[in-house]
């Protein structure tokens, strides 16, 4: 009788200690941001050889693989869902300039221009068949010239602050941008 009720006080003693941990778990998922639960934001998220990186390739919609600039990717995931704010800069909100200058001083190593249409000035200008990852495209929304700018990205994928929807990635045969797209630049200095 003393060993069963010995063993019953282990078993509750161990079950209180897990439900505890258990508890602690949960607090620290629920104070994550939904995408840090499921995926942590680490490099080991964009290691070709995890299924993360294959979770990660399917959530920007593009094909990754061990050729792609993995940094350029990583930082794009830092940023995505960010909110457009006029003249911000952090993660609070960006505009679409600012983004960009984000992206190429952190996986390029060069700083730009801190407005759309000075950038655009820092480009020589290419054709869009020729356009190549890092490459940049403009877009005139409103008259007087270019107004818009995103990071080419592959297969027609472009990555931009959306006045509407944040950091996004878009494709250049959608409509909106089919429409007002002006020209694509290269950085060359």
Known sequence: MRRLLCLIIILLAFADANAQFSRKKQKKLKSMPIDEAIIPKDKDVLDPDTLRFEFHAQRVGLPLDTSSNLDLYYKIYEWLGTPYRYGGNSKRGIDCSAFTNVLYESVYKKTLERDSRSIFKQTIVIPKSELREGDLVFFRIRRGGVSHVGVYLGDNKFVHASTQRGVIISDL?????????????????
Not at 179 to 186: A, D, E, N, W
């Open 173 to 189: 045969n959608e409509g909106y941008y089919r429409r007002y797209y002006y020209k694509s630049g290269r950085i060359v200095k």
